[in-house]
């Protein structure tokens, strides 16, 4: 079976404090990649990060960090210094094998609050 | 920047009637994707299309929605006889060089 968990529905932070937004996935496959995308208020859906199975090393990209562990199915999303703009649904999504199908999980909405 | 538009960007319409979401690349694109999203809820697959057919689709994508590419250029998504339960916000996406999918703006399709 094909499931990405968002166990966290909504986050509320104030800003300049950390973040941290969860994701557990299962597959049955062992070639897979995993994505997280950001849903702001204006409703599209920005493309953050694509993670294939075979890489686990973390990935910073500015103030945003990617922690993918295999042994613990999860690909965690941390923001450091969140600010205000932050604030948005993320979601994670996974793909296995040769399907493209994005299998996003339910989002966590986060607000940063001044 | 979304590698995709999409028009209208809200399509009102009656129940029963028909529907067709557009959407342009901006780029030569080969692969495409239709996602909905209803109020509140997380993004669903329909299909995905590729080189003139679908490679994949989904339960939802049921014998009343169609997709096609007319003219090597806009991409389609139709929805023959349109429910309530169809109204959501439609997604066309496209997929860059590591297999990531852009999405378009979306367009938010009411049913009344």
């Known amino acids: 079976a094909q499931k990405v968990t968002q166990a966290q529905t909504e986050i509320s932070v104030v800003e300049k404090e950390d973040v941290t937004l969860d994701c557990v996935y299962e597959?049955?496959?062992?070639?897979?990649?995993l994505f997280w995308y950001k849903q702001p208020p204006s409703g599209e859906l920005v493309f953050l990060i694509r993670r294939n199975s075979f890489d686990e090393q973390n990935e910073i990209s500015g103030r945003y960090s990617w922690n993918f562990q295999k042994s613990t199915s999860s690909f965690n999303f941390t923001i450091t210094a969140s600010q205000v703009v932050d604030s948005a649904v993320y979601f994670c999504a996974q793909t296995q094998g040769g399907s493209e199908k994005l299998v996003f999980g339910k989002g966590t909405k986060l607000t940063v609050n001044p | 920047e979304p590698e995709v538009t999409q028009t209208p960007s809200h399509q009102v319409t009656q129940m029963g009637q028909e529907v067709i979401l557009r959407c342009v690349p901006i780029s030569n694109h080969l692969y495409f994707y239709w996602y909905r999203q209803i109020l509140g809820q997380k993004v669903e697959f329909l299909v995905s299309f590729y080189n003139n057919e679908i490679s994949e689709k989904s339960e939802i994508f049921d014998d009343q929605f169609s997709v096609e590419r007319p003219d090597g250029s806009n991409f389609t998504l139709k929805i023959r006889s349109t429910k309530l339960e169809d109204s959501a916000m439609y997604f066309c996406?496209?997929?860059?060089?590591?297999?990531?999918?852009?999405f378009g703006p979306g367009t938010r399709l009411t049913v009344l």
């Open positions: 597959t049955r496959d062992t070639t897979y990649y």
């Open positions: 996406a496209t997929r860059g060089l590591y297999n990531e999918q852009f």
